[in-house]
C-alpha cells in the first residue's frame, strides 16, 4: 500500500520547489540589468546560466540514483543549501561588479563559474522532490499533487520577479534580491528538516534488495520516452521564451534597464500567474488528463509565441506572454505526470532525474541561441517556437503513449 502524504510534508516539499523558482526568477528578471549596468555583453548574459543548466542535467539523474539507494530527504536538503550558498556569493559577485572592484570580463567569469555550483548541488533537490511525491501518491491524486508541486514554478515565477524590484535597496542595490533569498534558502532548509519524513531507500519500500534504475533505463522504456521527449522540447521552448523576455520588454519600451526592470517584472508576474490558473484552476476543477493538457498547453504556447512575434506594443507582449504561460502550466506538468504514472514505483527516482535534468538541458543551449537570434532578428526566437509548439500539438496526438490514457478512468 503506498504511503500517506501528509499535508505538513507536502507543504514542505512544496516549499522547496517554491523557494528555488523564487530566487532563480528574481535572478532571471534583474540579470538583464546587471549585465548592462555592469557592461557584459546581452549575448554573455544569456551564456551565465548555460554551464550551471548543464551541469544541473548531468547531475541531476545522479543525485536521484543516490536518493533510491539512501532515501529522498537528504538530497532535498542537500539541493536547498546549495541553493542558498550559491545565491550569497553570486550576490557578492554582482555587488563587486557594480562597485566596478573588478573588470567587467572578470566579473562574468566569476559569476559564470559560481553559478555553476548551483548546477551540482542545487540540482540535488528536484528529482528526489518529485520522487518523494510519486513514492507517496497513486493515480488521480499523484496527478494533482505533482500539478500542485508544478504550480510552485508559476508561484515562484510571479513572487520572484514581483519582489525583486523591491529588494534592490542601497549598499546593495540590484544584489540585494540574492542576499534576501540566500537567507531564505537556509530557512527552507530548516522548514524541510523539521515537516519532512525520513524516507526509507526504494528497495526497502519494495520488500527487497536496494534498487536504483539509470537515466538510460527510463529513456529506453518505449511507453515513457515520448513524455521526456515532449517534456524536453517544450522546457527548450519555455526556456527561449523566458530568456529573451528581458530583452524584448527593455527594447519595446526604450528604457534604461533598471527603469524595465518593474516593466520585466510585471510580464514574467502576470505570464506565471497565468499558468498557475492553468494548475491550479483548470487542472483541478476540470480533472484534466495529461494528454489532454499535451494537447491544449502546445495549442496555447503557439498562439502565444504567433502573437509575441507579430506584435509590437508592450500590452499586447502581456497578454501574449501569458497566453503561451498557460499553455505551458498545462503541458510541463502533464509531461512530468504522464512519465510518471507510466512508470514502475522502481523507476520513479530515475524518472524524477530525468524530469529533472530536462529542466537544466533545456536552460544550457536553447536561450543562449534564441538571443544570438535575438540580435538578429527579434521576432526570430518566437516564430521557433510557434513552430515547435505546433509539431509537438501533432506529435501529442500521433505518439501512442502520450494520446492514451494514462490512469484509469475509475481510479480514485
Known sequence: MTPHLSRASFAALFLVSLMAVIGNNALISVMPAVGREI???????????????????????????????????????????????????????????LHHWAPPMAIFTAFFLIRSSYGVFGSASAGPTQAY????????????????????????????????????????????PMFVFAG??????????????????????????????????VWNDPEIRPHLTYAF?????????????????IDRLGRSPVEAQSSIGLVMAVGAAAGLIAQWGVVTLVKMQPRAMLRWGALAVAAGNVMIAAGHGYTSLLIAFALASFGYGLARPGSAAGASLAASAAKQG?????????????????????VALYAYAPSGPFWAVAVLSLGLLIYAFRSGPLAARSFPVNDK
Open 233 to 249: 522540447l517544450i522546457a527548450s521552448a519555455q526556456a527561449i521564451n523566458i530568456y529573451t523576455l528581458g530583452f524584448l520588454v
Open 133 to 176: 511525491i510519486a513514492d507517496h501518491s497513486e493515480g488521480r491524486e499523484r496527478v494533482r499533487l505533482l500539478t500542485v508541486n508544478a504550480g510552485a514554478v508559476n508561484l515562484g515565477s510571479i513572487v520572484g520577479p514581483a519582489l525583486s524590484p523591491f529588494l534592490i535597496f542601497a549598499p546593495f542595490a540590484l544584489a540585494g
Open 39 to 97: 557592461g557584459i555583453p546581452d549575448f554573455l548574459v544569456a551564456t551565465i546560466f548555460s554551464l550551471s543548466a548543464l551541469l544541473w542535467a548531468f547531475s541531476s539523474p545522479y543525485w536521484a540514483k543516490l536518493s533510491d539507494r539512501h532515501g529522498r530527504k537528504p538530497f532535498i536538503l542537500l539541493g536547498m543549501a546549495g541553493f542558498g550558498m550559491s545565491m550569497l556569493l553570486c550576490g557578492l559577485i554582482v555587488h563587486a561588479g
Open 350 to 370: 530515475a524518472v524524477g532525474g530525468a524530469i529533472s535534468s530536462i529542466a537544466g538541458a533545456s536552460i544550457a543551449v536553447p536561450p543562449v541561441l534564441a
Open 184 to 217: 531564505l534558502g537556509v530557512l527552507t532548509v530548516v522548514a524541510a528538516w523539521l515537516l519532512i519524513p525520513r524516507d526509507p531507500p526504494v528497495g526497502d519500500k519494495l520488500g527487497g534488495a536496494p534498487t536504483t534504475m539509470r537515466l538510460r533505463d
